[in-house]
């Protein structure tokens, strides 16, 4: 007995010794960060991890955007050649842990206190069925207004804190001769500026409700009408030449004061952080008025997957390392995103950075924090899209009242179901 | 038993035969094997992937492939949408656009290549340098043709904007930003890439034209109008279905140019078909309708291709 226990323990220490030593050093990583900013951010993930002692090796992707990288993965899953990782968003991570191909990291969770750190709306997408599968990057917030200051000051205009003070600034600045409203005509930034109309006309309660709850009498609702007519208002406000314009061409009007103000995900800041222009002085970002106090988020999340045993010591490495204090800072502060934990310090954060991290840790505590539809973390890709497909074709006419576009809204949200 | 004798004396003949038969049939059967590589991949890789997709529109498969057929929800769904006139459907959008782009593109490029093919045909000097200029642009991707003319025919940036410079200020075309005409653009592009290399085909097939018809037509007193109407492009008959047939396909996969060109249009107004088995296979997760979606351009094609080729190749043993 005593003797079969003796085998049994070496023929275990040997082969923890033999798995130990066959460890592959290295980290498999699919993304599509490739352009200037978003590349060197990645790239203090890649030296924290060579200190380790992890090779870091990128999975190609053709073509390059998220898009490809997503036909890349479903691709590489069926086949059954996981990554280590990927760059995924919102339901995906959902899906694919439905499919049962995530791995568990709720050990490494478990011991470097992330069920405390990382806001409950970002666990939602993060922990499937009790179980880490996702490692949060950064969150977004899509709820601000970005603001030429040279040309606020010229008109004279304060922050608007209401939605009436936002037309009437818009109107200064329309006198004034400037473009008001920045905006590129495709389906998402539409959507995506209307995210914060909603949360604005209807407040935060509403907003949950109608686009996350996808609550049927919310979305036929009084309140979600007046929200399609404020919609209209904005509209009347961008240049002619708006439709199919890119958002950081958007952008770029606002940088140059060419136009006054634009509504976007704080990833606009890269652009203006490109461009040498500093907050305060040359920009403003104020939060879509009505909205202070809530977050509209979306967020970047590294799914890991299951992979062999002998590759998961690598993935911890990894998955570590990003929810680390010092990456969480050191990455969002290039990539102009807020940390995915509220425990970072926000000492090497800008204005507009430090404001977005106090009003991530207020949302989260008050219950305000909201996944944004038009980003895809409000609802599952299908009623996300017939989502973003009403909102635009409201804007470019295609829906003429704010009625049908209550009625076209709930019929494509119960379709997509 | 006299069976077993008559197949006794089949088969002397061929042992009968010397021993380099070998080597022939070899020789015969080169060809099927060096084909039988690629023969199989198409089989694989078109026929089996299009027998793959009609299985999966009868499925539910969202994220990923399902195998369980559930029956046909997502042609039942395309169906409604192709009634959902006001507000369009993105379906009703997409197979009126493939309409009208399918139509004017087909139509377009052909008379245009004809067109200028015949104009090459005047023994002109400079031919050579002309016939390139007119067929790179078929060289170029979709991609490139799409962005170069988003930009030129942008207001604010192209052609508009430049002619306003010029003096011209009440010049208006702003059909790439308008959701009634933007499709028209894409038939802009489309025909721009297209037409040279139609012209090439056209003008090979003027150039094989036997230059004695010609010749007796004119004897005959035939006018350059009639020599055409009545001689040449009736002659041009085998040239003006393989013009058609490239040019059907090219249209049904245009999904690249809408994409550079238009992003989609205002509202999604610009979309192909094409377009919308893409959207709703990977990006909505809806693998069943994306399937079905593209089951449907297969059987459109097919329907355009099949008579049009039976009643072409029918005549040609006479």
Same mark, same amino acid.
């Not at chain 1, 209401?162 to 959507?191: C, M, R, S, Y």
């Given at each position: 007995?005593?003797?079969?226990?003796?085998?049994?323990?070496?023929?275990?220490?040997?082969? $923890?010794?033999?798995?130990?030593?066959?460890?592959?050093?290295?980290?498999?990583?699919?993304?599509?960060?490739?352009?200037?900013?978003?590349?060197?951010?990645?790239?203090?993930?890649?030296?924290?991890?060579?200190?380790?002692?992890?090779?870091?090796?990128?999975?190609?992707?053709?073509?390059?955007?998220?898009?490809?990288?997503?036909?890349?993965?479903?691709?590489?899953?069926?086949?059954?050649?996981? !990554?280590?990782?990927?760059?995924?968003?919102?339901?995906?991570?959902?899906?694919?842990?439905?499919?049962?191909?995530?791995?568990?990291?709720?050990?490494?969770?478990?011991?470097?206190?992330?069920?405390?750190?990382? !806001?409950?709306?970002?666990?939602?997408?993060?922990?499937?069925?009790?179980?880490?599968?996702?490692?949060?990057?950064?969150?977004?917030?899509?709820?601000?207004?970005?603001?030429?200051?040279?040309?606020?000051?010229?008109?004279?205009?304060?922050? !608007?804190?209401?939605?009436?003070?936002?037309?009437?600034?818009?109107?200064?600045?329309?006198?004034?001769?400037?473009?008001?409203?920045?905006?590129?005509?495709?389906?998402?930034?539409?959507?995506?500026?209307?995210?914060?109309?909603?949360?604005?006309?209807?407040?935060?309660?509403?907003?949950?409700?109608?686009?996350?709850?996808?609550?049927?009498?919310?979305?036929?609702?009084? =309140?979600?009408?007046?929200?399609?007519?404020?919609?209209?208002?904005?509209? =009347?406000?961008?240049? !002619?030449?708006?439709?199919?314009?890119?958002?950081?061409?958007? =952008? $770029?009007?606002?940088?140059?004061?060419?136009?006054?103000?634009?509504?976007?995900?704080?990833?606009?800041?890269?652009?203006?952080?490109?461009?040498?222009?500093?907050?305060? =002085?040359?920009?403003?970002?104020?939060?879509?008025?009505?909205?202070?106090?809530?977050?509209?988020?979306?967020?970047?999340?590294?799914?890991?997957?299951?992979?062999?045993?002998?590759?998961?010591?690598?993935?911890?490495?990894?998955?570590?390392?990003?929810?680390? /204090?010092?990456?969480?800072?050191?990455?969002?502060?290039?990539?102009?995103?807020?940390?995915?934990?509220?425990?970072?310090?926000?000492?090497?954060?800008?204005?507009?950075?430090?404001?977005?991290?106090?009003?991530?840790?207020?949302?989260?505590?008050?219950?305000?924090?909201?996944?944004?539809?038009?980003?895809?973390?409000?609802?599952?890709?299908?009623?996300?899209?017939?989502? /973003?497909?009403?909102?635009?074709?409201?804007?470019?006419?295609?829906?003429?009242?704010?009625?049908?576009?209550?009625?076209?809204?709930?019929?494509?949200?119960?379709?997509?179901? | 038993?006299?069976?077993?004798?008559?197949?006794? @004396?089949? %088969?002397?003949?061929?042992?009968?035969?010397? +021993?380099?038969?070998? +080597?022939?049939?070899?020789? *015969?059967?080169?060809?099927?094997?060096? %084909?039988?590589?690629?023969?199989?991949?198409?089989?694989?890789?078109?026929?089996?992937?299009?027998?793959?997709?009609?299985?999966?529109?009868?499925?539910?498969?969202?994220?990923?492939?399902?195998?369980?057929?559930?029956?046909? +929800?997502?042609?039942?769904?395309?169906?409604?949408?192709?009634?959902?006139?006001?507000?369009?459907?993105?379906?009703?959008?997409?197979?009126?656009?493939?309409?009208?782009?399918?139509?004017?593109?087909?139509?377009?490029?052909?008379?245009? &290549? #004809?067109?200028?093919?015949?104009?090459?045909?005047?023994? @002109?000097?400079?031919?050579?340098?002309?016939?390139?200029?007119?067929?790179?642009?078929?060289? %170029?991707?979709?991609?490139?043709?799409?962005?170069?003319?988003?930009?030129?025919? *942008?207001? &604010?940036?192209?052609?508009?904007?430049?002619?306003?410079?010029?003096?011209?200020?009440?010049?208006?075309?702003?059909?790439?930003?308008?959701?009634?005409?933007?499709?028209?653009?894409?038939?802009?592009?489309?025909?721009?890439?297209?037409?040279?290399?139609?012209?090439?085909?056209?003008?090979?097939?003027?150039?094989?034209?036997?230059?004695?018809?010609?010749?007796?037509?004119?004897? *005959?007193?035939?006018?350059?109008?009639?020599?055409?109407?009545?001689?040449?492009?009736?002659?041009?008959?085998?040239?003006?279905?393989?013009?058609?047939?490239?040019?059907?396909?090219?249209?049904?996969?245009?999904?690249?140019?809408?994409?550079?060109?238009?992003?989609?249009?205002?509202?999604?107004?610009?979309?192909?078909?094409?377009?919308?088995?893409?959207?709703?296979?990977?990006?909505?997760?809806?693998?069943?309708?994306?399937?079905?979606?593209?089951?449907?351009? #297969?059987?459109?094609?097919?329907?355009?291709?099949?008579?049009?080729?039976?009643?072409?190749?029918?005549?040609?043993?006479?």
């Amino acid at each position: 007995m005593l003797r079969k226990l003796l085998i049994g323990t070496a023929l275990a220490s040997g082969l $923890a010794f033999a798995a130990h030593a066959e460890d592959v050093k290295e980290v498999q990583m699919l993304h599509w960060w490739t352009s200037g900013g978003e590349a060197a951010a990645l790239n203090v993930l890649k030296q924290d991890l060579a200190k380790e002692g992890y090779a870091w090796k990128d999975v190609p992707v053709a073509g390059g955007g998220g898009d490809a990288a997503m036909t890349a993965l479903k691709a590489m899953v069926a086949a059954g050649n996981y !990554p280590t990782a990927s760059q995924m968003l919102g339901y995906t991570v959902l899906d694919y842990a439905a499919a049962g191909v995530m791995g568990d990291l709720t050990e490494t969770a478990k011991k470097e206190g992330w069920d405390k750190s990382v !806001p409950a709306a970002l666990q939602k997408f993060s922990v499937y069925d009790g179980k880490w599968v996702a490692a949060p990057v950064n969150v977004h917030s899509v709820n601000w207004l970005w603001i030429n200051k040279a040309v606020m000051d010229k008109i004279g205009g304060t922050e !608007p804190k209401t939605f009436d003070d936002f037309i009437a600034l818009l109107d200064k600045a329309k006198a004034a001769g400037v473009t008001p409203l920045a905006l590129g005509g495709q389906n998402w930034q539409e959507a995506t500026m209307f995210d914060s109309v909603v949360l604005s006309t209807g407040g935060p309660e509403f907003y949950k409700k109608a686009m996350n709850d996808l609550d049927d009498a919310s979305l036929k609702s009084d =309140t979600m009408k007046k929200s399609f007519d404020n919609l209209a208002k904005l509209v =009347t406000y961008v240049d !002619p030449n708006f439709s199919g314009r890119d958002w950081n061409l958007a =952008t $770029a009007m606002v940088i140059k004061g060419d136009a006054l103000v634009q509504v976007m995900g704080d990833w606009a800041k890269g652009e203006f952080h490109a461009a040498n222009k500093t907050p305060g =002085t040359d920009f403003l970002c104020y939060r879509f008025p009505g909205t202070d106090g809530s977050v509209i988020y979306n967020s970047d999340m590294f799914g890991m997957f299951n992979v062999p045993d002998d590759r998961k010591a690598a993935q911890v490495a990894l998955a570590t390392a990003t929810l680390s /204090k010092s990456f969480q800072s050191a990455f969002n502060v290039v990539k102009g995103s807020v940390p995915a934990r509220t425990d970072v310090p926000d000492t090497d954060f800008d204005a507009c950075g430090k404001k977005g991290i106090a009003d991530l840790k207020k949302a989260n505590e008050g219950g305000t924090l909201f996944g944004s539809l038009a980003q895809g973390y409000g609802a599952p890709p299908a009623v996300a899209n017939a989502y /973003k497909d009403v909102v635009s074709k409201f804007v470019h006419g295609q829906i003429k009242t704010s009625d049908e576009a209550v009625t076209e809204l709930v019929k494509a949200i119960d379709d997509a179901k | 038993m006299s069976t077993v004798a008559t197949s006794q @004396i089949k %088969l002397t003949p061929e042992e009968a035969r010397p +021993r380099a038969s070998v +080597r022939s049939r070899l020789q *015969d059967a080169l060809p099927k094997i060096v %084909l039988a590589p690629s023969f199989a991949i198409t089989i694989v890789f078109v026929y089996g992937f299009i027998l793959w997709t009609i299985y999966l529109s009868f499925t539910n498969s969202k994220t990923f492939p399902s195998y369980a057929i559930t029956g046909g +929800r997502a042609y039942q769904r395309l169906w409604n949408w192709t009634f959902d006139t006001d507000p369009p459907s993105s379906w009703y959008t997409s197979i009126t656009n493939m309409g009208i782009f399918g139509f004017l593109y087909i139509a377009i490029c052909l008379a245009l &290549g #004809l067109f200028l093919a015949i104009l090459l045909d005047q023994k @002109i000097r400079g031919e050579g340098v002309l016939r390139p200029i007119y067929l790179y642009p078929m060289a %170029l991707s979709f991609i490139v043709t799409g962005v170069a003319w988003k930009w030129f025919l *942008d207001p &604010g940036l192209g052609l508009e904007q430049t002619l306003h410079q010029w003096g011209w200020t009440s010049f208006h075309f702003d059909w790439i930003k308008n959701k009634d005409f933007v499709i028209y653009t894409v038939v802009i592009a489309g025909v721009w890439q297209a037409s040279g290399f139609i012209m090439a085909m056209f003008l090979a097939g003027l150039r094989g034209i036997d230059g004695e018809i010609m010749k007796a037509a004119q004897i *005959d007193g035939a006018t350059t109008f009639q020599l055409y109407r009545r001689i040449v492009i009736p002659l041009l008959r085998p040239i003006f279905l393989s013009a058609f047939i490239v040019l059907a396909h090219l249209a049904i996969k245009s999904y690249d140019l809408v994409v550079a060109l238009t992003s989609g249009g205002p509202g999604g107004s610009a979309w192909l078909p094409s377009n919308f088995m893409y959207e709703y296979t990977f990006k909505r997760n809806e693998m069943a309708v994306g399937s079905a979606s593209a089951v449907i351009m #297969l059987m459109t094609i097919v329907a355009i291709i099949v008579p049009y080729l039976y009643s072409e190749l029918r005549e040609k043993p006479r």
